[in-house]
């Protein structure tokens, strides 16, 4: 007995029951018993007459329930070694319910013969164990009346484990009594009296299943018994999604600064490699003889830069050479500097560079040539016929605009015949020059004076002279001048050849004149014959191809060889565009009537 409670219990019995044949084990479920108490049974009339016991295995079971088992004859129980044999209660007393100690999870097996019992018919045939509950494990119903008994012996230990409490033994005088009830499943005992007792089932426990989840209810308590932890499946786990979500936040932010560090790493230095971009294989350097790039490979050993110091000043400009004595054709305003005194140099599109001569120049032409010794290898350049270019024919310009010498530049004739006046800034009217003009949209700026302007077979058909300047000047010698707006100008190459031959010649070249004087205040349309000359003397030349022909003062020349002329400056472009000795028609307005006069051109030294 264990805290007051009898460790076993049995119903009383005056007759011993021989032992069965085959003593039923111990029941290994013994130490559910421990937590399993039933209450004593009410006393149960005992009916007229008992009814005869049914053989053990021959009475069926009806369907649905476990077979009741024959009753089995109590049989003596043997004493522990060292231990007396437990008592057994008087009959009609309760049994005491069992201990509840946790230690009696395993029965204890029996040390000796007894221990071999055979199974009894109930402990042969096991209850089915019931299906667990989800929130709590009910008690399961008693089994049915057992009357074998266990011999127990309690474990070798410190401390014995109590032992199981055995099956009540029917009394032999007492006459069996039917269950008040059908048997069930689990053979629990029947509450009446009197009739078999059974020793206790054993407690079912299940497996300890927590219920789903409910966030909103509390936690279930777990079932009596040892120490378990607390498991509950289905319980959701900590949400990552928001340690996920920062971490690809930070990756994203580490990645962008690495990004930009690298970004900008290749902006500064021009990649992580060395770049090797795909370039064109080794080419012919041949240009077809038309294209720019052969006309100016053909025409720069010809060109020259010149340099030219004295009277205070000194300036740039460009030269082509005419043949190989060293003569070359330049613009007088280019070496108006060392006319008296002073130095010009040379310098070839080699690189070599040489002293020149000045030989002969011509304010009216504004023409100049200049000659070099001991050069040998000269390339004079092909002329031209400037008389059969036409507007739209594509040029090339060379020359050293800025002091950037073998500076090239193309374009096309924009026009021709193209009156203009440059110099004048003596004010006698000595240093002017009138050009009857090639216009050309190449671009010519100061430095290209006296360079030549090519035609598409490489030959000189113009002397690059003037420009206009945005300034409304004209002239290289002019103030203001800002550079090139496409409006360049260059002497007819067929007047810079005469000119150049005769000051090669001579060292001076000849002006065409008509021997007239002309008003130059004039402001009506076409160029009027003055009434007197600067000295008062008659403003038409006596003897001269103007008076032979007939011109008399105040006469209107509107038109030259069908040419309209508007102003006096370009009577005389007109007529410098000539030869002297050529004959030329003119047609003029005298008293209101157009008259047409014949004369042949007559020549004056040049300045």
């Given amino acids: ?296 490979a053909g025409a720069l050993p010809g060109v020259v830069t010149i340099h030219v110091s004295g009277g205070g000043s000194s300036g740039t400009g460009t030269g082509f050479v005419l043949d190989s004595r060293g003569n070359i054709l330049t613009n007088n305003h280019v070496v108006d500097a060392a006319a008296s005194s002073g130095e010009i140099s040379v310098t070839f599109s080699n690189g070599e560079s040489a002293r020149a001569k000045l030989i002969g120049r011509d304010t009216g032409y504004d023409l100049a040539v200049i000659r070099v010794s001991g050069v040998s290898g000269l390339k004079p350049l092909p002329l031209g016929n400037s008389d059969a270019v036409r507007v739209g024919d594509p040029v090339v310009a060379i020359g050293a605009p800025f002091d950037l010498s073998n500076t090239v530049t193309s374009g096309i004739i924009s026009a021709k015949e193209r009156p203009i006046t440059a110099g004048g800034e003596k004010g006698d009217g000595t240093d002017i020059s009138y050009v009857d003009a090639l216009q050309t949209d190449a671009p010519i700026n100061p430095g290209n004076s006296g360079g030549p302007l090519l035609d598409s077979q490489g030959r000189v058909i113009g002397i690059n002279s003037a420009i206009r300047a945005a300034s409304g000047g004209s002239g290289e010698s002019g103030g203001g001048q800002a550079g090139s707006i496409g409006l360049g100008f260059a002497i007819p190459v067929n007047q810079g050849k005469r000119v150049a031959e005769e000051l090669i010649n001579t060292g001076k070249a000849t002006h065409p004149v008509i021997g007239v004087s002309l008003d130059m205040q004039y402001e009506g349309d076409g160029a009027r014959v003055g009434a007197k000359g600067k000295d008062g003397t008659s403003s038409v030349t006596p003897d001269g191809p103007a008076a032979r022909a007939g011109i008399k003062p105040g006469d209107v020349i509107t038109k030259v060889d069908g040419q309209r002329v508007h102003s006096g400056e370009e009577l005389i472009v007109k007529i410098r565009a000539h030869r002297p000795g050529d004959r030329l028609k003119l047609t003029l307005t005298r008293d209101g009537k157009e008259q047409t006069k014949t004369l042949t051109l007559g020549s004056s030294a040049g300045a």
């Fill in 1 to 296: 007995m264990k805290n007051g409670k009898p460790t076993w219990w049995s119903r009383p019995s005056t007759t011993p029951i021989p032992p069965p044949e085959h003593p039923p084990a111990a029941s290994s479920d013994a130490a559910g018993d421990a937590d399993f108490t039933l209450a004593a049974p009410a006393p149960v009339p005992a009916p007229a007459q008992a009814p005869e016991p049914v053989p053990a295995r021959e009475q069926a079971p009806e369907p649905g329930q476990a077979p009741v088992p024959a009753p089995v004859p109590e049989q003596a129980h043997a004493p522990v070694h060292g231990q007396a044999p437990a008592p057994v209660p008087e009959q009609g007393t309760a049994p005491a319910p069992e201990s509840t100690d946790p230690r009696r999870a395993e029965p204890p097996v029996a040390d000796g013969p007894a221990a071999q019992a055979p199974e009894s018919p109930a402990a042969a045939d096991p209850a089915p164990a019931a299906d667990p509950a989800p929130e709590s494990a009910p008690e399961p119903p008693a089994a049915e009346p057992v009357t074998a008994l266990l011999p127990v012996q309690a474990p070798a230990g410190p401390e014995p484990a109590p032992e199981p409490a055995p099956a009540p033994v029917p009394s032999a005088q007492a006459p069996a009594q039917a269950p008040l009830h059908a048997p069930d499943p689990y053979r629990t005992p029947p509450y009446g009296e009197p009739g078999p007792w059974a020793p206790a089932p054993p407690v079912q426990r299940p497996l300890a299943v927590a219920p789903a989840y409910d966030p909103w209810a509390a936690t279930a308590p777990l079932a009596a018994g040892p120490a378990v932890v607390p498991f509950v499946p289905g319980k959701p786990k900590k949400s990552r999604r928001g340690l996920a979500l920062a971490g690809a936040l930070v990756f994203a932010l580490v990645t962008g600064v690495i990004g930009g560090g690298v970004g900008a790493y290749i902006e500064r230095n021009g990649g992580l490699t060395t770049v090797e971009l795909p370039q064109a294989g080794p080419e012919s350097s041949g240009r077809a003889p038309d294209s720019v790039a052969g006309i100016a």
